[in-house]
């Protein structure tokens, strides 16, 4: 066998280093009670809400999930030594269900040093670096997948690539078109289409095209259509709502309207989920229901940079001259102004109120807010407020 190598030799010394004991990684703690685990976190503990699921989800005890964060901890301050120090050789490393660490690597010279540093050698035809490549391949290539192709990764323990997809025999046309070593590259069956899954709330910020950032009012359906309001100067009808510029779409304007009125609609593209909440800087709150508040009662807009700013409903049925045109219905308000709030949620406790639309002065020197009631747009178009 050849002799280890000096990197190798470091390996172990920077693990004693980390760990105090070459053993480290696959012995757990001697002894860990259940109140300890219940009520302390960290790497020998496990917060109470995180136990619960641990031992819902995995199985486990309370002693069984502390272990286990406990060998996670361990495995994760080591694996970058090891990775390191294998350099072109390392071919991955992850935990079994047991939490032991496997460390792999193309050259059986170096299992020795991974095995006194306490992790698990195996010797693999591949280092991670060119299981890599081939993803890289088709990722380069993704433009050419095709929607019975549902994804691709690299398998460390299973020491290939794997492409998930419907169709098999379009899975293998897509990886010879990228140019990955068939031979590498193997094809497990998906039935479902992967769609990002994400929450929407009251208070979230959206983009349509490039620059114009609005804001989600509150939540909403359409028959089983979920969707938000915001300004109708935000968006016009087909307009898309994306994250951010250039970023993930969100959904799409089903209408909108303004002048006149300052309310549209935006239905949500499948995997977005619309929650009766609103959230701000501080916290988040929910969606009861919409009873409109009377003048002189309290109301907060929620932003997501500044928090909640309150104050009181002066006046209700407001017309308010813009320089693009005249809104009608607004409520004024003694909240201060802030731009880039168009859409942002007005609440009174727990009853949902209204639209910013617009407003002067700001929150330095004061000024007035108006909202386009939430019950009008609400009626316009068929809606139905989610609640919390």
Same mark, same amino acid.
């Given at each position: ?41 960290? +790497? ?45 050789? !390392? ?40 299981? =890599? ?40 046309? !897509? ?31 959206? !983009? ?19 969707? #938000? ?13 994306? *994250? ?9 304007? =089903?209408?909108?309207?303004? +002048? ?22 501080? %916290?988040?709150? +929910?969606?009861?229901?919409? *009873? +409109? ?17 309150? %104050? ?6 407001? *017309? ?25 949620? #007005? ?23 108006? !909202? ?17």
């Amino acid at each position: 066998m050849k002799p280890v190598r000096p990197a190798a030799v470091l390996v172990l010394t920077t693990l004693l280093l980390l760990t105090g004991t070459p053993a480290a990684l696959a012995t757990p703690p001697a002894t860990t009670s259940a109140a300890t685990s219940a009520t302390t976190s960290g +790497p020998t503990g496990v917060e109470p809400g995180m136990e619960r699921a641990m031992r819902r989800d995995l199985g486990l005890s309370a002693e069984g999930a502390a272990s286990r964060l406990a060998a996670e901890e361990r495995a994760r301050r080591a694996e970058p030594a090891l990775r390191a120090a294998l350099g072109d050789r !390392f071919g991955g490393a992850w935990l079994t269900g047991a939490g032991s660490l496997v460390v792999a690597t193309v050259d059986a010279a170096d299992a020795p040093a991974i095995a006194a540093a306490g992790a698990r050698p195996q010797v693999v035809a591949r280092s991670l670096a060119t299981l =890599e490549a081939v993803r890289d391949r088709l990722d380069r290539a993704a433009g050419q997948a095709g929607p019975d192709v549902h994804g691709w990764y690299a398998d460390v323990p299973a020491n290939d690539v794997v492409v998930l997809a419907a169709d098999p025999a379009r899975a293998a046309a !897509f990886a010879a078109a990228a140019g990955a070593d068939p031979a590498l590259v193997r094809v497990e069956p998906s039935s479902a289409r992967p769609v990002p899954y994400a929450d929407i709330r009251g208070g979230d910020t959206f !983009f349509v095209g490039d620059s114009a950032r609005c804001m989600v009012a509150f939540t909403v359906r359409q028959g089983t259509t979920g969707g #938000f309001l915001t300004a109708g100067h935000c968006g016009q009808q087909g307009d898309v709502a994306l *994250t951010g510029p250039g970023g993930t779409p969100i959904g799409v304007f =089903e209408a909108s309207s303004y +002048p006149g009125d300052d309310y549209a609609w935006v239905s949500l593209y499948p995997g977005w989920t619309p929650l009766g909440t609103v959230t701000a800087v501080g %916290g988040e709150r +929910p969606v009861r229901g919409s *009873t +409109p508040a009377p003048v002189g009662s309290s109301v907060c807009r929620a932003t997501p940079v500044s928090g909640w700013h309150c %104050g009181t409903v002066q006046q209700r049925d407001v *017309t308010v001259s813009y320089p693009g045109g005249t809104v009608t219905g607004l409520v004024r308000t003694s909240v201060c102004a802030e731009p880039g709030t168009s859409g942002a949620p #007005f609440l009174s406790g727990d009853q949902a109120q209204g639209i910013t639309s617009g407003g002067s002065g700001d929150c330095a020197v004061g000024g007035s807010t108006y !909202f386009q009631p939430v019950q009008e747009a609400l009626s316009a178009y068929g809606l139905t407020l989610v609640t919390g």
